[in-house]
């Protein structure tokens, strides 16, 4: 017993030191393993900014998982809007680019920075640099807000310029990509054969491959030699459909002849120019493909057969949206999805459910119906791209530079330019431009397809701001019937219907045609006999229904800058320049396009009107100074060449009261002696044409009493020309009781010189110049200019006695002392004062654009807005210069008075008047230049004199800015 308990106390004691040696060894072994981290940390880090291209691919396909490679393939979508952290949208695609790995995503609907911000943080998160893209199939705007919105394909071909449709890939490419997006799903370079197509229609650039094919290939160029992936869609061509594969699987029974033809054509072309990215349409082909109801995106012939094999394409290649019914109608998203990829697509573009055709596509390889080999070689490709487009080196953007890249002057500009080009007026009955209507009513009827209150509110405005005789109605889903009768109830009282059709291509849709209750009004108005304007903002082959309007405008979208651009060729601002990219059955051919010249000024850059910018911008710091300078308390200048108005800017307040409200450019003021030429010399003009005054005729011919005290002899010529020997000016005002005892003193009046001997500008032979006019007319004045010029040339703020509604927008004069206050809306000038307000030398008030289109008429040799009123030979009559040195009634640039407010600055033809109240308008003629120049410089008083050489230092500036 005591051997056996020695010999176990031994075995302990054995066993004990054994433990301690293995605890020891242990824990050498935990030392050893914890310092394996730190040694393999102390390997070299690889900057994958670093490795070229081949290295930097070869790197992800070595640690990508299955799963992962295939989440790379699929493109979920999102939208640039502010979502919280804990947004289940938000955290869904959390899910996607951190959990899932997927490849990309496709943005929508959003704003610049939301979607800026929202793409940096996914980049954050993402392993992988994500390809983000979009479809801005006309610029930006067609996703994101406050962008350079372009017209559509087809507006930029009714250009007939392919640099256009470079200039449009190139700006979208520029500001997508300070954005963060690096493809585009554009151009559709489907044929638009079929012009029941609900979905592709403005789209497409034509309807010939020809068309088609040219202009997708300056965007294609336009885009990627910009950094932007292009994308030619929707592949073999979605053109002869009349069915939206959004709602249902369109079916093309073509052979393959036929698409070789006409739909692959622009897709070969494309091919040819290096576009990057095709996208296959849901479209099926039983003559290419005889598995019944497959679309194109799931068709191994259609999608490696011909892109691939027959055409050679090596590009990206991406299905439609596979949430689309052409789709999903008869296919679960995950046999979609497993399709798609042995079909040979690269990238599977929003999958209803992004985990699910991530596994079905990874269970499909597994048990070997895809190979892993298919899979690597979209993802390669992918990969590839990425590497391309700098994304291993910089995912991010810099969203403080996006304000210097993205709706940027220059490319608002450019799509007002391209706006401008594809205007297209198909049907012209003698109808257009519509200055021509401006002593007419009109009716003018907004009809949308939709219930967007906003829908056509541009357009309306847009015309507001041009025509005053016009009522306005709106036509929506939800007007009724009672509505509509109440809109024909009104026709009678309308010379002129105009129609603005929104009928826009949109998703989901079905149809491209006006609403049931809208097309049987239309087809009403025209019954009755009304002469109707239809102006298409959308599909340009609405027409089709109403072959009797009187004028077709087609302007392809309603676009800001296409808003802007229809309605200045609605009124003659802008000659029309479209040609027709389609035939319209039965009712226009391609290549229609009518014209018509430029009628009526219009607002434009100062280089479109032949202005050094920056030169005629040194009027800012001039007009500045002179407020400054107490010249007057403000001012509006505006300045207009070659029918652009390239600089129309207000300064300084009404009054020198601290509070009181700011000018602005359309402030009236009283003209004072421009009286003299924009009512009485235009008058006598009219009449002399009309044969009714004869200028060598005796004044007392006209008014017997004139003649008194030796006026017998006194001619109007010597009236208009201020020779005829009668006295400056009078205090009537406080001689006379009466306006009749006002003019009884005029014609007493006896000569101070010898008529014909002297010049001496005389407000008496214009006050009785105004009262022949009325003799001869059987009219006031006022009523007679107003009807014969105002009204006719749409001078709308012109007028003699302004109504009292006009108060706050014309400037007051000087203060006068008897009554105690500032004269304001009332003529400055006592004499015309009490003869009523309305006198030849006096009394009229206008602002800068009534004056400028007054002008421009004289300048166009008297036709303006299509209507001409005068002869060219009387224009040049009257404005020339007379022995004396002086227009007939209008001041020349070398008479003592013309002189001094020019200086000689616009040659010595020039021609125009003065004011006393600080006015002044004067044309340039052999510049085509019109300068006007308003001012109450006589506010508080008249001894303020500091406009004169005012006038001087804005003259000399705008023919300095001038550019031959």
Not at 44 to 56: P, Y
Not at 266 to 291: L, N, R, W, Y
Not at 729 to 740: A, I
Not at 834 to 841: D, I, K, N, P, W
Request: glycine fraction near 6%.
């Amino acid at each position: 017993m005591k051997k056996i308990f020695l010999l176990l106390s031994v075995a302990v004691i054995l066993l004990a030191i054994f433990n301690v040696k293995l605890i020891n060894r242990v824990k050498s072994s935990v030392e050893n393993l914890s310092q394996l981290p730190q040694k393999r940390s102390q390997k070299k880090h690889i900057d994958l900014s670093k490795l070229n291209k081949t290295e930097w691919v070869n790197y992800w396909m070595r640690k990508l998982t299955l799963e992962e490679k295939v989440a790379q393939m699929i493109m979920p979508d999102a939208r640039g809007i502010f979502l919280a952290r804990d947004n289940k949208e938000f955290q869904r695609l959390v899910h996607y680019v951190k959990d899932k790995k997927v490849g990309g995503l496709i943005f929508f609907r959003g704003d610049v920075y939301e979607t800026a911000d929202m793409i940096n943080y996914f980049q954050k998160i993402a392993e992988i640099p994500l390809l983000i893209s979009a479809d801005f199939e006309w610029g930006t705007a067609m996703r994101l807000d406050n962008t350079t919105h372009f017209p559509p394909a087809m507006g930029i071909a009714a250009t007939g310029k392919l640099e256009y449709a470079y200039e449009v890939g190139k700006i979208t490419a520029i500001e997508g990509r300070a954005m963060g997006i690096h493809q585009n799903y554009a151009p559709t370079v489907d044929v638009n054969n079929n012009y029941k197509n609900p979905i592709i229609n403005i789209r497409s650039f034509g309807e010939t491959p020809e068309i088609v094919s040219k202009f997708s290939v300056e965007f294609i160029r336009g885009l990627q030699e910009n950094g932007m992936i292009a994308t030619a869609k929707h592949f073999p061509g979605h053109g002869d459909t009349d069915i939206d594969s959004h709602l249902d699987l369109p079916v093309i029974n073509h052979p393959k002849s036929r698409l070789d033809s006409i739909e692959l054509v622009p897709f070969k072309e494309s091919i040819k120019a290096g576009v990057k990215s095709v996208m296959i349409a849901h479209i099926s082909f039983p003559q290419i493909d005889t598995v019944k109801g497959l679309p194109s995106t799931l068709s191994y012939n259609i999608v490696t057969g011909i892109l691939k094999n027959e055409l050679g394409f090596k590009g990206l290649i991406v299905t439609d949206a596979m949430t689309m019914r052409g789709v999903t109608k008869l296919y679960s998203n995950a046999l979609a999805s497993v399709l798609a990829v042995k079909a040979g697509n690269d990238i599977i573009l929003i999958p209803p459910d992004v985990d699910e055709a991530i596994d079905a596509i990874v269970k499909a390889v597994k048990r070997g119906e895809i190979s892993e080999e298919r899979i690597n070689e979209s993802v390669r490709k992918i990969l590839e791209f990425k590497y391309d487009l700098g994304l291993h080196k910089n995912r991010f953007v810099d969203v403080n530079k996006i304000r210097d890249v993205v709706a940027t002057e220059e490319h608002l500009r450019k799509a007002k330019e391209i706006a401008r080009a594809s205007i297209t007026v198909v049907k012209n009955d003698g109808i257009l431009p519509l200055m021509q209507f401006n002593d007419k009513r009109i009716l003018f009827i907004t009809m949308v397809d939709s219930n967007d209150p906003y829908s056509g509110n541009s357009f309306v405005s847009e015309i507001s701001k041009r025509y005053d005789n016009i009522s306005f109605e709106r036509v929506d889903l939800r007007s009724t019937d009672e509505e509509l009768n109440a809109i024909l109830s009104k026709l009678n009282g309308f010379d002129l219907v105009i129609v603005s059709a929104y009928v826009r291509v949109r998703a989901y849709q079905a149809s491209l045609a006006l609403p049931e209750k809208q097309s049987r009004l239309l087809k009403q108005i025209l019954a009755s006999g009304k002469p109707v304007v239809l102006i298409s903002f959308g599909n340009p082959y609405i027409v089709i229904e109403y072959p009797n309007v009187k004028a077709y405008i087609c302007s392809y979208s309603d676009a800001q800058p296409v808003v802007e651009a229809t309605a200045e060729v609605l009124f003659g601002e802008i000659s029309p320049q479209g040609k027709l990219p389609i035939n319209i059955p039965g009712f226009a051919t391609l290549g229609t396009g009518l014209s018509y010249p430029q009628a009526t000024l219009r607002y434009g850059y100062p280089d479109e009107a032949g202005f050094d910018p920056a030169k005629l911008a040194v009027l800012d710091s001039i007009m500045e100074k002179a407020i400054q300078d107490s010249v007057s308390p403000g001012a509006v200048l505006l300045v207009a060449r070659n029918g652009v108005i390239a600089y129309h800017k207000a300064f300084g307040t009404y009054s020198y009261d601290p509070y009181s409200r700011k000018v602005n450019p359309s402030s009236i003021y009283d003209m004072a002696s421009i009286t003299k030429v924009a009512a009485t010399t235009i008058s006598i003009m009219k009449l002399y044409e009309e044969g009714k005054i004869n200028l060598d005729d005796p004044v007392a011919k006209y008014i017997p009493k004139f003649a008194q005290n030796g006026k017998e002899k006194v001619t109007v010529k010597n009236l208009l020309l201020h020779n005829s020997g009668l006295p400056s000016w009078k205090p009537f005002y406080q001689l006379c009781k009466t306006p009749d005892e006002i003019l009884d003193s005029i014609y007493a009046q006896p000569l101070v010189y010898k008529t014909g001997d002297s010049t001496v500008y005389s407000d008496l032979g214009f006050i009785t110049l105004g009262k022949i006019i009325e003799v001869v007319t059987g009219m006031p004045l006022d009523q007679y200019v107003k009807k014969t010029f105002y009204i006719p040339l749409g001078m709308k703020n012109t007028t003699f006695l302004p109504p009292e509604k006009w108060l706050e927008n014309i400037a007051p004069t000087e203060y006068d002392s008897t009554l105690g206050k500032f004269v304001h809306g009332v003529v400055h000038d006592e004499n015309a004062r009490a003869l009523g307000g309305v006198s030849g030398h006096a009394g009229l008030f206008s602002n800068a654009r009534d004056l400028a289109v007054l002008m421009q008429m004289i300048l166009n040799g008297g036709e303006y807005g299509g209507k001409r009123f005068f002869r060219k030979e009387t224009v040049e009559l009257f404005t020339k210069r007379w022995p004396n040195n002086r227009g007939l009634g209008w001041d020349n640039a070398l008479s003592p008075y013309g002189k001094s407010a020019l200086d000689g600055a616009f040659g010595e033809n020039a021609f125009g008047h003065t004011g006393f109240t600080g006015t002044s308008v004067y044309v340039y003629p052999e510049k085509n230049v019109i300068a006007v120049l308003l001012t109450n410089r006589v506010h508080p008083t008249r001894a303020n004199t500091k406009h004169i050489q005012l006038r001087k230092v804005v003259h000399k500036a705008i023919s300095n800015a001038i550019v031959d």
